[in-house]
């Protein structure tokens, strides 16, 4: 069964540096997503992608976040300077019509 | 903006007993989703209800919506240990966009 890929699965970071989630979503999936889930507590939604620009984003995304495609088939979700709060599993998922894939998730400890 | 709530937020219950985790949401749905969660896991896709009336099973689960009342439910029946998860429902709304909203979670623990 076709998958979506994390790298890495854990990521230590200072305050204040810059990490970037990589993804690799499904490839005939049309959307791909970022989620994060900050330990113990419900899912959120940071960003939708498609056809190469965001479709709609949350307020959490502000100006420290950013999301690329860079070559067809990795998706990744950029955190320019972190921040302690920013401390969360970040999920990547694809989906194409009511069919959802979400990735083993990337665990971000900020220091 | 959508919201999505489930309870019970924590239910603990005994080996072979029934229970109900109920999840609402706020706008029009397009479907919904439920999920579950071990610690420390991603989200294992359970089910996807499209249309008012929907109904599945899959062994001790089974799941169903009523968009009229915009509610879904996860029913489990003779529960067992190894259901021990959270479960999560998400929506998408009828809009034109594509992201799933979550629900607030249910931590369900079945003791031996």
């Known amino acids: 069964e076709p998958e979506v890929t994390q790298t890495p699965s854990h990521q230590v970071t200072q305050m204040g540096q810059e990490v970037i989630l990589r993804c690799v979503p499904i490839s005939n999936h049309l959307y791909f997503y970022w989620y994060r889930q900050i330990l113990g507590q419900k899912v959120e939604f940071l960003v939708s992608f498609y056809n190469n620009e965001i479709s709609e984003k949350s307020e959490i995304f502000d100006d420290q976040f950013s999301v690329e495609r860079p070559d067809g088939s990795n998706f990744t979700l950029k955190i320019r300077s972190t921040k302690l709060e920013d401390s969360a599993m970040y999920f990547c998922?694809?989906?194409?019509?009511?069919?959802?894939?979400f990735g083993d998730g990337t665990r971000l400890s900020i220091l | 903006e959508l919201k999505v709530e489930q309870n019970p937020l924590f239910l603990s219950m005994q080996e072979g007993k029934n229970y109900t985790i109920y999840c609402n949401y706020s706008?029009?749905?397009?479907?919904l989703y439920w999920y579950r969660q071990d610690p420390g896991k991603s989200l294992e896709s359970l089910f996807v209800l499209l249309s008012n009336g929907a109904v599945k099973q899959e062994g001790r689960l089974m799941a169903s919506l009523d968009t009229k009342a915009r509610l879904s439910t996860l029913h489990i029946t003779a529960a067992v240990h190894d259901l021990s998860a959270t479960y999560f429902c998400a929506d998408k709304d009828s809009g034109g966009y594509q992201k799933v909203t979550f629900g607030t979670g249910t931590k369900l623990q079945v003791i031996p």
């Open positions: 706008t029009t749905s397009d479907r």
């Open positions: 998922a694809s989906s194409v019509g009511t069919t959802w894939h």
